[in-house]
Each structure stands twice: as C-alpha cells, then as structure tokens.
C-alpha cells in the first residue's frame, strides 16, 4: 500500500507560482508511478500530470504543458508539482494518486482515476486578481 499526503496548497494571485508536494509512505512507492489530479466545483477529476516510478518519463494533459512540471524525489518520498502562470481557472482541490508496481504511463489510462488506487486528501489551491 501506499500513503499520500499533499501540501502547499494556498491563495495566489493570477500570474503567481506554487508548488504542491504530496509525502508518501509505503513499501511499493519506489515502484509506484504517481499522478496529479484536480478537481474544481462542480467539474469532474481530471489528469493533470504523471511520472513513472524512476522518474524518466512524463505526461502532461496538453492544455497545461509548459506551465506546469512535475517532478519526484525517490530519496524523499516525494512527489512535486510545480505551477507557474497560475490563472483563475486552476482553481482547484489538487490530489495525488498512486499506481503501485507500474511499468509505464499507458497514454490511454495515466489521466484516468480507476488508473490509481491510492489517493491523497488534497490540497486547495485557489487564484485569484
């Protein structure tokens, strides 16, 4: 199993930057590959990000590519996201997720949830003028 726990969620202004990172804990994470996800009221979950368990490929969902990167220190047991150009509509409870003994980020299923069987609480981030 595996445990998450998100933080660095706040209020920032548009145009500002954050970065979440979300802890985990477990014996299957060095092998897990783990996602961003957010979620904004009354709008489904959806992918943001995701990384393999060494690090050594990603994915984006398109329309953020370029403003956000995500990024993982196995030493740490941590799982980072970075946002930048921050803009009203990433207004959101941010999650991340896990996907435990994964080999790869199937293009088809790393933006799903089913994908992930393990998830955070969440972290609120919220943009504002």
């Known amino acids: 199993q595996v445990q998450l726990v998100e933080s660095g969620g706040g209020s920032v202004q548009v145009g500002g930057s954050l970065r979440l990172s979300c802890v985990a804990s477990g014996a299957t994470y060095s092998s897990s590959c783990l996602g961003w996800f957010r979620q904004a009221p009354g709008k489904e979950r959806e992918g943001v990000a995701a990384i393999t368990a060494g690090g050594g490929s990603t994915r984006y969902v398109a329309s953020l590519l370029g403003r956000f990167t995500i990024s993982r220190d196995n030493a740490k047991n941590t799982l980072y996201l970075q946002m930048n150009n921050l803009k009203f509509e990433d207004t959101a409870m941010y999650y991340c997720?896990?996907?435990?003994?994964?080999?790869?980020?199937?293009?088809?299923?790393?933006?799903?949830?089913?994908?992930?069987?393990?998830w955070g609480q969440g972290t609120q981030v919220t943009v504002s003028s």
């Open positions: 997720a896990a996907r435990t003994r994964c080999n790869g980020l199937a293009p088809a299923s790393w933006a799903a949830s089913w994908w992930y069987a393990y």
